[in-house]
């Protein structure tokens, strides 16, 4: 699904609750899906104006979990150690996102080069 508004931002928070809903996450697991999900949507189209992002289940073993990647082509993250941080913001926020994204998901992967933009890369397990 594009990213390139805070609509989609809006839209990509609720299909990743409706699809972790379906893996029968509980409503505290939905809300933590949905609050990681909506804090990269969101630094997508605040830092880079536009990408994408990807929803969708897998499985590893007897295991089933939600997989989400975001993608953009935006400007890149100039100190991604910095950047992953808790306080640490270049827009007046709160500086949570990328930290804060991490801690709630079961994996968290980053990639950035500047000029080139961003790649994240999350999962959620079932319990």
């Known amino acids: 699904m594009p990213l390139s508004s805070d609509i989609d931002v809006l839209k990509a928070r609720q299909c990743g ?57 935006g400007p890149g993250i100039t100190d991604l150690s910095l950047a ?17 994204a991490k801690r709630l998901m079961d994996e968290f992967e980053i990639a950035s080069e500047v000029g080139k933009g961003t790649t994240i890369i999350m999962k959620k397990w079932e319990r």
């Open 84 to 100: 992953m941080q808790d306080g640490y913001t270049t827009s007046r926020g709160l500086g949570i996102g990328l930290p804060g």
């Open 17 to 73: 609750k409706e699809l972790a809903a379906s893996l029968r996450f509980s409503t505290s697991e939905l809300t933590i899906i949905a609050t990681a999900i909506s804090e990269i949507a969101r630094n997508t189209v605040l830092y880079a104006k536009d990408g994408w992002m990807e929803l969708r289940v897998i499985q590893k073993g007897n295991r089933r979990g939600l997989l989400v990647i975001a993608e953009d082509g």
